[in-house]
């Protein structure tokens, strides 16, 4: 009754104030903006006949807080936590262009793909993305470790000195492809893992904790030249692997609550909040752990100096790049560790999931695996996986349905026309993937897992509706790691196990990426 008597007065007093209206009346906001100033001689008819950048349709605006008291306890309407839900209203409310403001900072959000090329053909040779203000923060802060603050920070040409020293290795099918047996061992480990854990009902408790091992066990091994042993059997809640795990999850949880463009009002810059502590906590915890190997990588590679015949492991062919300096190289290990335990654990499960919904599909995966390797002994090849055709399609088709990042953001050096409307230099750009995969201008069937679309010669979705990576040179400089961990690990699992789901239909909750909103209590039942 209280929570209601407060509601009341506080929509009185903002109706009062014309700033709270009814959501399906579309307000548009006319106050005059400076940032159009710089764009009124233009002469090409396409910007002058272009619609005025205030005139994008938006949510009721607040002082201060802008548009972020949708969020807010009691007045709001959507949930932090459920981004992908908000966008969804939003669309159906206000069209495939919206503007937001949070605080000081002004944004607009796409879920047109036509608007996205457009983004992504102008953002030049250093594309500008929304700063991770609170790594830089951390960062900046602890000079003794990080004397750059990393790729998955920096902007202009010191990102892009840092990205194309890097990118060779991380991004050389053949540097990647010489992990194919080691990938393979960690998930037969994983698949081990699967017979020794699984109870009764022949699920996994805690499923999603133990892909947290795989992935941290398969990008250690990449990342830190070793086996940190995450897949062993009881393993101690104060060893390296654990607490790496416990660290990058609560960071990007503190991340949500800490960054500006999750619709957050940063007061951690001007005092530390006790979030900020506890990300700074957690961030010394992680990079002390990453680190400690690092340095025991140096030391290896500095024996090997001389021997010309032996093979450099990825992480020492970047510490003896010429022109990269050990601080890049061991940042860009660290961004690799913290980056690849959530994301390809997440993509995982949800990719076991959707073949779980879909026998049939599964079956068909089954039949490829089984046909290229009629034996569970039999190890996959660069031959064999360059054929693993369906799986890479099943692995596709989750990512459409079940994306793990939501979308991309830029900030454009120049003036762009998108959905009609003029967009200033230095608006933050969001385009929202997760919308325009779910799009059925896009997709055919969108809601439905099908595999096939991406086989398909004549399939003729829109090319860029479909980025889970990202775009050019600002994309993920892990995903080839990524799909050789996914596809060594799902081949293994599929060749030993049909897996089912008898639980309620699992959708996405938003951290800082997409994960399941639910337990994954998926079936294992050995083929």
């Not at 309407?77 to 669309?91: E, G, S, T, V």
């Not at 031959?383 to 900030?411: D, N, W």
């Amino acid at each position: 009754m209280r929570k209601m008597q407060k509601y009341n007065v506080f929509r009185s007093i903002l109706s009062k104030n014309r700033y709270l209206d009814i959501f399906e009346k579309n307000v548009k906001n006319r106050t005059t903006s400076t940032i159009t100033a710089n764009v009124g001689t233009r002469k090409d008819s396409l910007w002058e006949t272009a619609k005025p950048f205030e005139d994008i349709p938006h949510l009721t605006m607040l002082p201060i807080i802008g548009t972020a008291w949708v969020f807010l306890p009691i007045i709001g309407r959507y949930k932090m936590d459920k981004l992908h839900l908000a966008a969804r209203h939003k669309r159906q409310l206000l069209g495939d262009i919206i503007r937001e403001k949070f605080g000081h900072l002004n944004m607009v959000a796409s879920f047109n793909p036509d608007d996205m090329e457009t983004v992504f053909r102008n953002e030049g040779p250093y594309p500008n993305r929304s700063e991770f203000s609170t790594m830089k923060a951390y960062r900046e802060s602890r000079k003794e470790w990080y004397k750059t603050t990393g790729i998955m920070v920096l902007q202009g040409n010191e990102w892009h000195d840092l990205r194309s020293k890097t990118q060779k290795h991380l991004l050389k099918p053949k540097a990647i492809q010489a992990y194919l047996g080691a990938m393979q061992d960690v998930a037969r480990d994983f698949v081990q893992k699967i017979y020794e854990t699984r109870d009764s009902n022949k699920e996994v408790p805690n499923l999603l904790g133990e892909l947290y091992k795989w992935a941290l066990e398969s990008v250690a091994f990449v990342g830190l030249d070793t086996r940190l042993g995450c897949l062993k059997t009881n393993l101690p809640p104060d060893s390296d692997g654990m607490k790496m795990i416990r660290s990058v999850q609560t960071q990007f949880e503190c991340m949500n609550k800490l960054e500006a463009f999750s619709g957050n009002i940063q007061f951690w810059k001007y005092f530390p909040t006790p979030t900020w502590k506890k990300f700074t906590r957690e961030c010394d915890i992680f990079t002390e752990i990453a680190f400690k190997y690092i340095y025991r990588a140096l030391e290896e590679l500095k024996k090997k100096e001389g021997n010309e015949d032996e093979e450099l492991t990825l992480l020492q062919g970047m510490l003896s790049t010429e022109g990269l300096d050990a601080s890049g190289a061991m940042v860009t290990v660290a961004d690799m560790l913290m980056a690849g335990i959530d994301t390809t654990s997440h993509s995982v499960g949800f990719l076991l999931y959707n073949l779980a919904k879909n026998p049939d599909k599964q079956q068909i995966l089954y039949e490829e695996i089984s046909k290229l390797l009629p034996s569970k002994n039999l190890r996959i090849t660069p031959k064999v996986f360059s054929e693993l055709k369906y799986l890479k399609s099943c692995m596709k088709e989750s990512q459409r349905t079940h994306p793990i990042v939501g979308g991309s953001a830029r900030q454009l050096e120049r003036d762009v026309i998108l959905s009609g409307y003029k967009v200033p230099a230095g608006t933050l750009i969001a385009v929202v993937h997760q919308e325009i995969c779910r799009d059925e201008k896009c997709f055919k069937n969108p809601e439905k897992f099908l595999p096939e679309r991406w086989l398909e010669k004549e399939d003729k979705h829109h090319p860029y509706a479909f980025l889970p990576f990202g775009f050019g040179t600002r994309s993920c400089i892990g995903r080839r790691l990524a799909e050789l961990e996914i596809i060594s690990l799902m081949t293994e699992i599929i060749r030993n196990f049909k897996v089912e789901y008898h639980y309620e239909d699992i959708d996405m909750l938003t951290r800082m990426i997409n994960v399941p909103d639910k337990p994954l209590r998926i079936n294992f039942i050995e083929r």
